[in-house]
């Protein structure tokens, strides 16, 4: 009961330090709040922690040849990564708050593409899971002895803790959402979008760097 009780505590931290991070997809999840309300950011959040969910697998059990695949190609990802971000940041550059709101029924269908969108731009950071991997080691996350149990409740614990992360950020901005009005929103759509460019641009640079230094 006790080594449950420790896997759970430690699963339920991982989740957290790993969505924790204001990363592309932690910016996109605030600025879906702002624009659409708590629940679309919900959905961001939901996304990218089964994204999470997937490379906390790929560690726990072990799959070397993912692995060794990302170590070979790391770079090629980065840069792929990088593009598919830059993508992401243009299309919240170019959102409209007012066409948001006046959208605010078709809710569903909204949902999950955020959603899908969300999960998607986690799963193209591959890199991730050298995340985990540190994690897992420093925490002694899953010993040699780890049963069935405690694999369950350690992966139960990891998403749990990812999607409290989500829960909280988006339920501090949702109290500041009224705060803004259309222009406002259209500022925040416009800097978020330029940051997730920048960031994108640093990633596509530094992985051309590093291509450079292999030739």
Same mark, same amino acid.
């Given at each position: ?18 969505? /924790? ?34 490379? /906390? ?23 792929? $990564? ?54 897992? /080691? ?22 749990? $803790? ?44 530094? $992985? ?8």
């Amino acid at each position: 009961m006790e080594i449950l009780i420790d896997t759970a505590i430690k699963g339920f931290i991982i989740g957290v330090f790993v969505s /924790a991070p204001m990363g592309p997809v932690g910016v996109l999840c605030i600025q879906r709040t702002l624009n659409k309300g708590r629940v679309s950011g919900l959905y961001t959040g939901v996304g990218a922690a089964i994204s999470d969910l997937l490379y /906390a697998l790929l560690t726990g059990f072990g799959m070397s040849m993912v692995i060794d695949f990302i170590e070979t190609n790391a770079i090629l990802i980065k840069i792929i $990564g990088s593009i598919v971000l830059a993508g992401f940041g243009l299309y919240v550059y170019r959102q409209n708050p007012a066409k948001n709101l006046r959208q605010k029924g078709q809710t569903s269908n909204s949902n999950m593409q955020d959603l899908i969108t969300a999960f998607f731009l986690t799963f193209s950071n591959p890199l991730i899971l050298f995340l985990f991997i540190g994690l897992f /080691a420093r925490l002694n996350f899953f010993l040699p002895e780890s049963s069935l149990p405690d694999y369950i409740v350690g992966y139960i614990a990891i998403i749990a $803790g990812a999607l409290s992360w989500w829960f909280t950020i988006t339920y501090f901005i949702n109290k500041v959402r009224t705060k803004f009005n259309i222009r406002s929103l259209w500022i925040v759509n416009r800097g978020i979008g330029t940051l997730i460019l920048i960031l994108s641009a640093i990633g596509f640079v530094t $992985g051309l760097i590093e291509i450079s230094k292999i030739w």
